[in-house]
């Protein structure tokens, strides 16, 4: 079982725990939404360098996303959600100065008087959240400790990778998943999800995704380095205005102890479609085994004292 038989709560060295006594610092990521453009950069290196196959590219007939979800054929996935409320204050990229890009865009050279090609009907309060979602590589992973044959297991990295050589395809992982992260494809049966490239992890090497970003969106590093960062950008974010600004999966005191990817976010995290309060699906294994053993003693008892009774 994962962590050491510990199912929830912090865990500092989640390597250490699976086994690995002299792993290196844990990797993740931080995905800044904040400053995410939505090129989709990301799924597009994800899918080329893990050869992951192509999903079908449809809309969902909401919103210009063409690949919907996260799945087996899918491990990047970049929301796009349209909101009508003030874009408020984003960043172009890291070290830039805050700038509302409405704004700075009907600066562009519309002349006085007429009407603006940002905002033809004279509104302005159209924004659009992008988020590149991605597998949370949690630090109490169910799908990991419900996993029957070892094909889930814990890295020196402390991610979370799926050997698909031994998945037998029971799919028990699918449920166990808090996030609806990883799931089976069809005409496989096996379970597929983000590895955070553990492959290019082993020789030094950064994930394809947070390679191919363009902005920085998707930072890739030791998660403590990751945290600190994070937190002192949504500070930024919050003396700039965007006082929605707010981190998400990043405190190990959570439900799944903290996320090895986690996400600033600029408004609820259902707008994103994410759970508000993730819990690790396992957190009651031992309480519901005890339970299921107080009752089956009582079974037992019940069943002893019916036949002592009976007339001989």
Known sequence: MDQDNQLYGPQPDVAGAAGHPDAPPRMGFFTDT?????????????????????DGLELTGMSYDNTQGLGADTWRHVAFIEQRK???????GAGHEDVDVFEAARGLGAPAGEISPVAPDGRTELRWLMSSDVCKHCTHAACLDVCPTGSLFRTEFGTVVVQEDICNGCGYCVPACPYGVIDQRKGDGRAWKCTLCYDRLGVGMEPACAKACPTDSIQFGPLEELRDRAAARVARLHAAGETDARLYGASPDDGVGGDGAFFLLLDEPEVYGLPPDPVVTTRDLPAMWRHAAVA?????????????????
């Open 86 to 92: 003030p874009v408020g204050v984003q960043e172009p």
């Open 34 to 54: 904040s400053v995410c453009i939505g090129c989709k950069a990301c799924e597009v290196a994800c899918k080329e360098w893990n050869a992951v196959p192509e």
């Open 296 to 312: 089956a003693l009582s079974l037992a008892a019940m069943a002893a004292a019916s036949f002592a009774r009976r007339p001989r």
